[in-house]
């Protein structure tokens, strides 16, 4: 079992940058890849980045490709996700989820554990 704890959300103007973080409680955190997510209002969750148990792959959305990068810090049990550039259309909750199996997927549905979630908005 894991449990998910976003932070770091806001609002920021266009062209400027967050850091997101995503703790999570227990021993096993390091044997999971982990995912970000983000859901803007009346639309689907998509996926944004994903990253290995080890840091050593990572997987990107082409829409964040360059502006946004994913890692993590296993000794923390804490995840990030560094947003540059940052644009009105990235404007978002921003999820990081935990699939208990070992992949690194873009589809929601295969991820089993969720955080509640951090609200970025992007002003123009």
């Known amino acids: 079992q894991v449990q998910l704890v976003e932070s770091g959300g806001g609002l920021v103007q266009a062209g400027g940058s967050l850091r997101l973080s995503c703790g999570a409680s227990g021993r096993r955190f390091s044997l999971y890849n982990m995912g970000w997510f983000r859901q803007a209002p009346g639309k689907e969750r998509e996926f944004v980045a994903a990253i290995s148990w080890s840091g050593g792959s990572t997987y990107y959305t082409d829409s964040v490709k360059g502006r946004f990068t994913i890692s993590r810090d296993n000794a923390k049990n804490t995840v990030y996700l560094q947003m540059n550039s940052l644009k009105p259309e990235d404007t978002a909750v921003y999820y990081c989820?935990?699939?208990?199996?070992?992949?690194?997927?873009?589809?929601?549905?295969?991820?089993?554990?969720w955080g509640q979630g951090t609200q970025v908005t992007v002003s123009s």
């Open positions: 989820a935990a699939p208990r199996r070992a992949t690194m997927t873009k589809n929601p549905s295969e991820y089993d554990y």
